[in-house]
């Protein structure tokens, strides 16, 4: 698989049963994103880059996502746990034998995110015009989708609009209504995020000049900015809390471990 592919895979189709016309598609157990959360800046660096990347790969191939929200977006967690975790209780063992321990990191076990629900996508031919209608995805603050009589539009902007949006939210700007906060040490992300949501969809980046600019951005970042703690706005990790941080990510320094754990 094209290692920019972020599509969850599909593992096997079990075919309909006699009598039946419906099939079974087999899919990897994924995991809400913050089922352990971020502990350093770089590792939601890499979380950006596959996010951005796979965004890349499906409109390079004239595909349209259609619904890049928070929670069509998932994570392969398994590897940071000594034993697979149950896929309904995350703090028990899959065979229930007990409680799940700590997971590891990611920074030393880096972990992939894929995008999920295709059920509002749409490909199109490299003729056609890139135009839709509705039903939107679940992002209501897109400009194009609270003008008048729902006129149709690009699909490709709203995926950029809708991508940056997670960002802004859950990292730069945080929610109110939703109880969502924002995070220290992110602010290198504000210029592109910002162009990514602009008002008008044709001044928005495409998602080639996404990448390329986020290269440019984490090329400029600094090892200790990147094993910098990721640390919610108005909460501390407090001294002792900062001391064990800086100890465990010194140490794995010295070991030669990256502090963007790309997988």
Not at 76 to 102: I, K, W
Not at 226 to 248: A, D, M, N, Q, Y
């Amino acid at each position: 698989m094209n290692p920019r592919n972020r599509c969850v895979p599909l593992v096997d189709v079990i075919p309909p049963m006699e009598g039946s016309s419906n099939a079974f598609m087999v899919m990897p157990l994924l995991f809400d994103i913050d089922i352990t959360p971020f502990e350093t800046i770089g590792e939601a660096v890499e979380f950006f880059r596959q996010l951005f990347e796979g965004l890349q790969f499906m409109h390079n191939h004239n595909f349209a996502h259609g619904d890049c929200k928070w929670n069509n977006i998932m994570a392969d967690s398994a590897p940071l746990y000594s034993h697979p975790p149950h896929p309904v209780n995350n703090h028990m063992r899959r065979d229930y034998t007990g409680f799940q321990p700590s997971p590891g990191s990611r920074t030393v076990t880096p972990i992939k995110y894929y995008f999920i629900d295709f059920d509002l996508s749409e490909v199109f031919g490299p003729d056609d015009v890139r135009l839709r209608l509705p039903p939107w995805g679940g992002d209501s603050t897109v400009p194009e989708h609270n003008l008048p009589n729902d006129p149709p539009c690009d699909p490709f902007p709203v995926d950029v609009y809708c991508l940056a949006n997670v960002i802004r939210q859950w990292y730069l700007d945080g929610v109110e209504e939703l109880e969502i906060k924002p995070k220290h040490g992110f602010e290198f992300m504000r210029e592109l995020v910002s162009d990514m949501v602009k008002d008008n969809p044709q001044e928005r980046p495409t998602m080639d000049q996404v990448v390329t600019r986020y290269d440019d951005i984490i090329n400029g970042l600094g090892e200790w900015k990147l094993r910098s703690p990721v640390v919610t706005v108005g909460e501390s990790l407090g001294i002792f809390g900062l001391i064990g941080h800086w100890v465990k990510h010194f140490v794995y320094h010295l070991r030669g471990i990256p502090a963007i754990p790309r997988a």
